[in-house]
């Protein structure tokens, strides 16, 4: 069991934003999500952003949630931390979600669409971690938000415990610099940007909350280590080879990362609406660098054995609370 106390010791390094697969009806495929997890746990992964970006949140039930958190859970069985995303441009959804999410963590986007001011976004996420004794993870994306939480807002919410960490998709390499000797010890500061995710640790960053880790957890991890011990010259040779696939990736994500997934007989392609899945050429370029990494043997398809099939139950509280 990995103990919360310390968000140090499992909010670190590189976190795998997974992907919601869907069946041939657009419906759940829990088996295969329970696979996608057992795959993560058995790399080393210490903890998994389940329902997210990758997880295509917006467009899942509130009871498709639940069933996609209780399959984590279950299927780590204590030996990974499950963070659950929980956000909204509703503050009152927003706090209905994390209330009812049952995992170890809640990820809380700032409110997009509305354009809330900063004192709005810090009184949205105040009544959220009010509404439980959840750990909550802010995520600051503002490419997909178009406001940002601004570094003076940040500092004045990580006054309260229960603010563990930021997931910054702001892709600014300098924020951890500027951030880390304005907020507490253990707060935990994680990039959402593969593509300039071993700059930012390098600067002072935890870890990503990475679409990457999906694909070659093994060189995300070498990659991670290299930086915490400072071998830059050999973390710099690995982030290159991670540089195209990452590319890739964010060019169409996560119909990309469901692509990429696909061709290593994982999980399906299929994508909700509003997204498609890639078009030829897109999926071609994957193809060649899915196949460039086969051959340095980073990719095995097929490679993780399945999980057990997990029982498909809504839950309606905390893990301990199940039946």
């Known amino acids: 069991m990995i103990s919360l106390a310390n968000p140090a010791s499992w909010l670190v390094g590189y976190i795998a ?45 509130a009871a498709e949630m639940l069933r996609l958190i209780c399959c984590a859970v279950e299927t780590a069985q204590g030996r990974a931390r499950i ?94 610099a500027r951030l880390r000797p304005r907020l507490p010890p253990l707060f935990r500061l994680l990039t959402g940007d593969d593509a300039t995710a071993s700059a930012y640790m390098a600067a002072g960053g935890h870890g990503c909350v990475s679409a990457v880790a999906n694909i070659v957890p093994v060189l995300c991890r070498a990659l991670h280590t290299e930086i915490r011990q400072g071998a830059l010259q050999s973390a710099l040779h690995l982030a290159d080879r991670l540089q195209p696939i990452a590319e890739l990736l964010a060019a169409d994500h996560p119909a990309a990362l469901k692509c990429a997934l696909a061709l290593i007989g994982l999980i399906r392609p299929d ?39 997990v029982q498909d139950r ?10």
Not at 37 to 49: F, K, L, M, P, Q
Not at 115 to 144: C, N, Y
Not at 314 to 323: E, S, V
């Open 17 to 61: 934003d997974l992907p919601t697969p869907f069946d041939e009806d657009d419906e759940l495929d829990l088996d295969a999500f329970a696979a996608l997890c057992e795959r993560r746990i058995d790399a080393g992964a210490s903890t998994i952003v389940v329902g997210e970006t990758a997880g295509e949140m917006s467009t899942l039930t």
């Open 83 to 176: 963070i659950a995303g929980a956000g909204s441009n509703s503050t009152d959804r927003a706090i209905e979600l994390t209330m009812r999410a049952g995992a170890d963590a809640v990820l809380s986007v700032v409110p997009y669409y509305n354009k809330p001011m900063q004192e709005g976004m810090a009184a949205h996420f105040r009544a959220i971690a009010a509404s439980t004794a959840l750990p909550v993870i802010l995520h600051d994306i503002p490419a997909r938000t178009v406001r940002e939480l601004s570094d003076a807002t940040l500092p004045r919410l990580a006054e309260s415990a229960q603010f563990i960490g930021l997931l910054d998709g702001s892709g600014n390499i300098a924020r951890p």
């Open 271 to 309: 994508t909700r609406l509003p997204l498609v899945p890639l078009d030829a050429t897109a999926k071609s370029l994957l193809e060649a660098a899915i196949a460039r990494l086969s051959d340095e043997d980073l990719v095995s398809p097929r490679g993780a054995s399945p999980a057990m099939p």
């Open 314 to 323: 809504a839950c309606n509280g905390p893990p301990g609370d199940r039946p």
